[in-house]
């Protein structure tokens, strides 16, 4: 099993940054793709970037530009940088590793992010 923990939300004004961190321990040799989810009240939760274990990025189209995924030499750890905030931002952010071994989605407890206007 994989254990995500995640720090960095907080309250930010619009146009602000924030960096989200998500470190894993665990079974990280099972661990390929990491990356970050958000759910907004009211609203599906949603896929907001993904690297794989080769440093390839995935981004939803309305954070691409502002948003920025990256791991570490270890891949022990995932990041976010937030740049360029706007409300509509905001939502709960979750850390996700995929496992293999078998196939398993890691989730995080989630970390608040608010922007306000």
């Known amino acids: 099993q994989v254990r995500l923990v995640e720090s960095g939300g907080g309250l930010v004004q619009a146009g602000g940054s924030l960096r989200l961190s998500c470190a894993a321990s665990?079974?990280?040799?099972?661990?390929?793709?990491m990356g970050w989810y958000r759910q907004a009240p009211g609203k599906q939760r949603e896929l907001v970037a993904l690297?794989?274990?080769?440093?390839?990025?995935d981004y939803a189209d309305s954070v691409k530009g502002r948003f920025t995924v990256s791991r570490d030499n270890a891949k022990s750890t995932v990041s976010l940088q937030m740049n360029s905030l706007k409300p509509d931002d905001t939502a709960v952010y979750y850390c996700?590793?995929?496992?293999?071994?078998?196939?398993?989605?890691?989730w995080g407890q989630g970390t608040q992010v608010t922007v306000s206007s």
């Open positions: 690297i794989t274990s080769g440093g390839r990025t």
């Open positions: 665990g079974s990280i040799f099972s661990v390929n793709d």
């Open positions: 996700y590793a995929h496992s293999i071994g078998p196939p398993y989605n890691n």
